[in-house]
C-alpha cells in the first residue's frame, strides 16, 4: 500500500470515528431529553386550570319585580348569560372599569326621574358604555335611534347630536321608559320594550296572550335582554363573588369639569380648546356630541361645554380628585 492510500485510510478512519462520536453524543442527548408523561401533563392542567358551575340565585328580582328563577327555562336562560359573562373575562372587567365612570351619574339621574336603579345597567348591554354606532344607525350609550332620540327631546343635526351627551340622553331614555311603564304596568316590560319596540312588543302580548316578559317567545336579541342585564346586576354588585378582583385605582374615574356656557357661534373649536388651556382631542373625548369643528348656533341657543378643571387630563390627578370627593 502506497503511502497516499494510507493517509487516506487514517484520515477517513478519523472522520468516520469524529462522525459516530457526534451520533453518539445525539442520541444520549436525545434519549435523556424528558418524554412529557401524558397523566402528568393532565393533572397540572387540571390543577391549574379550573372552570367552575355558577350558583343560581333562589331569588331574584329586576326592579323590585321577581324573576321566576322556579322555571327551568328562566334558569337557564340567566345561567347562560351569567356564564358568558363571568367567563369573557376582559370585556366583563372592561364594563366594570367603565362603570365607575358612568354609572354614578346615571344612576342619579334615574333616580331623581323615578326610574328604578336596575335600568342603569341598560347601557352596558347597549353599548358597553361606549359611544357606538350601531349598523341600523343607534348611537350613544343609550343607542337611541335618530327618530327616536327627536321624540324624546334630543337636539339631533349635523354640529349637534344629544344622543352623545350622557346627561341629556339618559333624561331621553328616563321619558321613554315611564311612558313605557305606564302602557305595560310593567318595568321588566318596559325595559324590554326599549329594545325590541313599543308597537312590536304589544303585537306578541296580545298574539301570545301573554302578560309576562318570561312567558314570551321572542327574537333572540331581546329574549336574552333583560338575563344579559341581570347577569351584569349580579356580577357588578359582587365583582369578587365571580372572579373579579379590581384595585381602586384600576377603575375609570369621571374626570372633574366645569361647565363653560356658549351662545354664539364657535368658529374654531382647536381654538377654543387651546384658548382653555387644552387641545381639540380631549375637548372631544369630553364633549362628543359636537359633531363638528365648528358651531354656528343661528338661534343663539345656550350650550354647556364640559371644560376639565384646570386642563388637568394626568390619570393620577384625576384619581386624587375622585378620592378627595368621597
Same mark, same amino acid.
Given at each position: 500500500?502506497?503511502?497516499?492510500?494510507?493517509?487516506?485510510?487514517?484520515?477517513?478512519?478519523?472522520?468516520?470515528?469524529?462522525?459516530?462520536?457526534?451520533?453518539?453524543?445525539?442520541?444520549?442527548?436525545?434519549?435523556?431529553?424528558?418524554?412529557?408523561?401524558?397523566?402528568?401533563?393532565?393533572?397540572?392542567?387540571?390543577?391549574?386550570?379550573?372552570?367552575?358551575?355558577?350558583?343560581?340565585?333562589?331569588?331574584?328580582? =329586576?326592579?323590585?319585580?321577581?324573576?321566576?328563577?322556579?322555571?327551568?327555562?328562566?334558569?337557564?336562560?340567566?345561567?347562560?348569560?351569567?356564564?358568558?359573562?363571568?367567563?369573557?373575562?376582559?370585556?366583563?372587567?372592561?364594563?366594570?372599569?367603565?362603570?365607575?365612570?358612568?354609572?354614578?351619574?346615571?344612576?342619579?339621574?334615574?333616580?331623581?326621574?323615578?326610574?328604578?336603579?336596575?335600568?342603569?345597567?341598560?347601557?352596558?348591554?347597549?353599548?358597553?358604555?361606549?359611544?357606538?354606532?350601531?349598523?341600523?344607525?343607534?348611537?350613544?350609550?343609550?343607542?337611541?335611534?335618530?327618530?327616536?332620540?327627536?321624540?324624546?327631546?334630543?337636539?339631533?343635526?349635523?354640529?349637534?347630536?344629544?344622543?352623545?351627551?350622557?346627561?341629556?340622553?339618559?333624561?331621553?331614555?328616563?321619558?321613554?321608559?315611564?311612558?313605557?311603564?305606564?302602557? =305595560?304596568?310593567?318595568?321588566?316590560?318596559?325595559?324590554?320594550?326599549?329594545?325590541?319596540?313599543?308597537?312590536?312588543?304589544?303585537?306578541?302580548?296580545?298574539?301570545?296572550?301573554?302578560?309576562?316578559?318570561?312567558?314570551?317567545?321572542?327574537?333572540?336579541?331581546?329574549?336574552?335582554?333583560?338575563?344579559?342585564?341581570?347577569?351584569?346586576?349580579?356580577?357588578?354588585?359582587?365583582?369578587?363573588?365571580?372572579?373579579?378582583?379590581?384595585?381602586?385605582?384600576?377603575?375609570?374615574?369621571?374626570?372633574?369639569?366645569?361647565?363653560?356656557?356658549?351662545?354664539?357661534?364657535?368658529?374654531?373649536?382647536?381654538?377654543?380648546?387651546?384658548?382653555?388651556?387644552?387641545?381639540?382631542?380631549?375637548?372631544?373625548?369630553?364633549?362628543?356630541?359636537?359633531?363638528?369643528?365648528?358651531?354656528?348656533?343661528?338661534?343663539?341657543?345656550?350650550?354647556?361645554?364640559?371644560?376639565?378643571?384646570?386642563?388637568?387630563?394626568?390619570?393620577?390627578?384625576?384619581?386624587?380628585?375622585?378620592?378627595?370627593?368621597?
Amino acid at each position: 500500500m502506497s503511502n497516499n492510500e494510507k493517509r487516506f485510510f487514517r484520515w477517513f478512519s478519523l472522520l468516520l470515528g469524529m462522525v459516530l462520536i457526534i451520533v453518539l453524543a445525539l442520541n444520549l442527548s436525545f434519549t435523556q431529553t424528558p418524554v412529557p408523561d401524558e397523566e402528568d401533563h393532565s393533572m397540572k392542567f387540571q390543577r391549574d386550570y379550573s372552570i367552575y358551575s355558577l350558583d343560581m340565585p333562589d331569588t331574584l328580582y =329586576f326592579a323590585g319585580e321577581r324573576v321566576p328563577v322556579d322555571y327551568f327555562d328562566v334558569r337557564e336562560d340567566l345561567d347562560r348569560e351569567l356564564l358568558v359573562n363571568t367567563y369573557w373575562q376582559s370585556h366583563t372587567l372592561l364594563l366594570i372599569k367603565r362603570a365607575n365612570r358612568y354609572l354614578p351619574l346615571i344612576d342619579s339621574i334615574l333616580g331623581a326621574n323615578g326610574v328604578p336603579e336596575d335600568f342603569k345597567y341598560i347601557p352596558l348591554i347597549e353599548s358597553e358604555l361606549t359611544n357606538a354606532v350601531s349598523p341600523a344607525g343607534a348611537v350613544g350609550l343609550w343607542q337611541f335611534l335618530r327618530g327616536t332620540g327627536r321624540d324624546y327631546g334630543l337636539e339631533i343635526n349635523t354640529q349637534v347630536d344629544e344622543r352623545y351627551h350622557v346627561e341629556k340622553a339618559t333624561e331621553a331614555a328616563c321619558r321613554f321608559f315611564k311612558e313605557s311603564y305606564r302602557k =305595560f304596568g310593567s318595568w321588566t316590560l318596559a325595559a324590554a320594550s326599549f329594545n325590541y319596540g313599543r308597537s312590536a312588543l304589544n303585537r306578541q302580548l296580545k298574539r301570545q296572550e301573554a302578560e309576562s316578559y318570561y312567558n314570551l317567545i321572542l327574537n333572540q336579541e331581546t329574549a336574552r335582554y333583560i338575563y344579559r342585564i341581570l347577569a351584569l346586576k349580579m356580577i357588578l354588585e359582587d365583582p369578587e363573588k365571580y372572579g373579579f378582583h379590581i384595585r381602586p385605582h384600576d377603575l375609570y374615574y369621571p374626570v372633574p369639569t366645569r361647565r363653560v356656557q356658549v351662545d354664539t357661534a364657535v368658529d374654531n373649536f382647536a381654538k377654543f380648546a387651546r384658548d382653555h388651556s387644552i387641545n381639540y382631542k380631549y375637548l372631544k373625548i369630553l364633549n362628543p356630541w359636537l359633531r363638528e369643528s365648528y358651531l354656528k348656533n343661528p338661534d343663539g341657543k345656550t350650550y354647556q361645554i364640559n371644560i376639565p378643571r384646570e386642563g388637568e387630563r394626568d390619570y393620577r390627578s384625576i384619581l386624587q380628585a375622585n378620592i378627595d370627593s368621597l
